[in-house]
């Protein structure tokens, strides 16, 4: 697999960086957001919805790789139906290579996983436990 960096997740990593280390004037903002913000600018501007990571300097890749570290690795919530014959899991949405192959993956090569299977939406972990978490206990 040859993962590429999303437009969703640069804009992602820019919110995450925004949100921990804001503006003090509302104008400027911090070397990282700086740094990812050049990127995603060239991306708006060529309409490119993926980028080369191989193309990031230093300062985007330490950043997006620290915003990276802060998101759940697995989407697995240990209801595993690839272990009983499912091609796709129906808790976490992930096929069986993929569940298997998970530990393999770079960071980039999981968060194109990621992003198929919240587009999809179709495994519990996006509707039966997100709707059980919402309901007021007894």
Not at 4 to 11: A, F, K, M, V
Not at 31 to 44: D, G, N
Not at 89 to 110: H, I, M, T
Request: charged share 25%; net charge negative.
């Amino acid at each position: 697999m040859n993962a590429r960096l999303h437009i969703t997740d640069l804009e992602a990593a820019i919110n995450w960086w925004r949100e921990r280390q804001p503006s003090p004037d509302g104008i400027s903002a911090c070397a990282e957001v700086r740094a990812l913000a050049e990127v995603y600018a060239l991306m708006v501007y060529f309409h490119d919805l993926e980028w080369d990571p191989e193309r990031l300097s230093a300062r985007a890749r330490e950043a997006f790789m620290t915003w990276y570290a802060s998101t759940p690795d697995s989407p697995c919530i240990a209801i595993c139906s690839t272990a009983q014959g499912d091609p796709i899991c129906k808790g976490c949405g992930r096929s069986f290579a993929e569940v298997r192959d998970w530990p393999q993956l770079n960071p980039l090569e999981k968060r194109v996983v990621w992003r198929r299977i919240q587009h999809e939406g179709t495994a519990w972990r996006f509707n039966r436990y997100a709707e059980r978490a919402q309901e007021p206990s007894a």
